[in-house]
């Protein structure tokens, strides 16, 4: 059983979601976008008793979460307690995919069945948690102890407790271990035995100044218990030299909690302990080196394999690069302090890496050929252009030279900052194929142009091709075209962006090729030029 869909209302910087999600899910944004927001709704509908720690200003709306599971009639097969069963078949009977609701309200959690609500029966959170997945949430901030000290709440005190205290008890060593315990403190002959004794005598003779009726003292000791034994539980690691793991690196530490995790899940697999995982990993590549963090993707896969169900959120393009069966990336932004999440095709991949993860040509994933542009705007537009009329254009990669998303400059500068290490390199690998698209120049650039051209012989029309205009918004074709007052304006309210892919949305694409004929020649000179 998994999560397919949440739709959370009004968590912090969660003004609405309403999205659907696979077995094994990444999420990927810059710092402060809202990627820990998410995993902690999760967490809240899980568990949450109170609605406490959250901005004042949103805490007057009511949080809404809800969340749909696949599987649910596997979940059934898996709970543990018959009584609890019972009371969730009779709630959603043979439905394989059920809705649970929580509200800030009165922080219960209720099943919609069929769009209605359902009233809660006697004992119901209890049969709730035995029936949905378990949440196991690894934050940033959590150490090895979490789940490497024995406590009954830990992963590594639940595989210790219950299975190694059965073995033991049986095992004839311990037996022995209790009684020479037993005689060496309690034995009649035993010196310690005698110790205590006279210690309870002293202490009895100072009592019974104040209770003079007999009272009798006795100090026994009784046999240590397996529990008690197994907290002073330690792990060694020998990786060449052979330390308490507390004692490795922030990276190992790291490595070992996750497998810790990991053994956990399939120590309940195997030993009938039912239900199925749904692991929140935050920031899953911190203190992980590029290797270790494609190891443990791969690990995760095979969770995911298992059963059981993955969210990562990330900033690595590791993470992201490879694909695998049942994997979904997703899109983190906060815009105007809103955090929204959208799914990433494979076509977009590549955007994601060189916007959200660098900013720089080293992190691109190699594609066929490049188009350099001034700006965001004619990059948005030239993306969505390709979306939606030009497939056999996808692996074209677009690349804004002034890369700021606020300040829509443009400056050769920041082309011939590009240009460098993608066509004139050490290396240049993409010589003779990347194309550039260029606004008309003002006249107190032409100087600074002309050099550009002359210094990297680029000819006009084949490698570089230069709009009429100044500027996209003037080119664009009729209704959707702008004067440089209207530019001013989209600039001012830092709309000329979702502006730019509105207009590749809704011009036909007879209109793009004949009225904007520059950019669509630009395009079909990168793909004749492409790997």
Partial sequence: ???????????????????????????????????????DSIDWFDGAKKTDNFDKNIITNEIEIEITYMGAQQGLIDMQNDKNKESIVKLIGDNN????????????????????????????DSALNDFLPKIEYVRTKAKLSDVNQYKSTTPMGQMLGGVLTAIIENEPKYQTFKKTFDELFEGETSTARQQLDLIGKSVESF?????????????????????????????????????????????????????????????????????????????????L??????????????????????????????????????????????????????????????????????????????????????????????????RKYYPEYIGIHIVSANGDFIQQRRSMNGINHLYCPLATG?????????????????????????????????????????????????????????????????????KKVPFAKKVAENISKEDFESQMNVIFTALQTTSARSF
Wanted: proline share 3%.
């Fill in 1 to 39: 059983m998994y999560i397919s869909h949440v739709k959370v209302t009004n968590f912090r910087s969660i003004k609405y979601l309403d999205i659907d999600f696979s077995e094994f899910n990444i999420l990927v944004g810059q710092n402060n976008h809202g990627k820990t927001n998410f995993f």
């Fill in 97 to 124: 995919i059920v809705t649970i609701r929580k509200s800030s309200i009165d922080h219960k959690r209720y099943f919609i069945i069929n769009g209605e609500q359902l009233k809660n029966p006697t004992g119901f």
């Fill in 207 to 287: 009592l019974e100044k104040q209770f003079p009726d007999g009272t009798k003292v006795k100090f026994n000791i009784e046999s240590p218990i397996i529990d008690d034994l197994l907290k002073n539980f330690e792990t060694e690691i020998d990786d060449g030299v052979n330390t308490n793991a507390s004692m490795k690196g922030d990276g190992m530490q790291r490595a070992l909690m996750l497998a810790i995790i990991q053994a956990f899940a399939k120590f309940r697999r195997e030993n009938g302990i039912g239900k199925s995982f749904t692991f929140l990993l935050d920031e899953a590549e911190l203190h």
């Fill in 289 to 386: 080196h590029p290797s270790a963090q494609r190891a443990l993707k791969n690990a995760l896969n095979d969770i995911v394999q298992g059963g059981d169900q993955v969210f990562v959120n990330t900033h690595s393009s590791v993470l992201i690069v490879d694909e695998l069966p049942k994997q979904t990336i997703y899109k983190v932004e906060k815009e105007s302090k809103i955090t929204t999440i959208k799914s990433v095709s494979q076509s977009e991949k590549a955007y994601v890496v060189f916007e959200l993860l660098g900013g720089s040509p080293s992190d691109l994933l190699l594609p066929r050929n490049f188009i350099i542009v001034e700006g965001a705007s004619e990059s948005a537009f030239l993306q969505a252009i390709i």
């Fill in 426 to 494: 050490s290396n240049p690998i993409y010589k003779g194929k990347v194309v550039i698209l260029c606004d008309k120049t003002h006249t107190e650039n032409e100087g600074e142009f002309n050099k550009f051209l002359a210094g990297y012989k680029l000819k006009e029309n084949e490698d570089i091709f230069i709009l009429p205009v100044g500027s996209i918004e003037e080119y664009y074709p009729g209704e959707w075209r702008k004067t440089i007052e209207e530019i001013k304006i989209l600039d001012q309210q830092r």
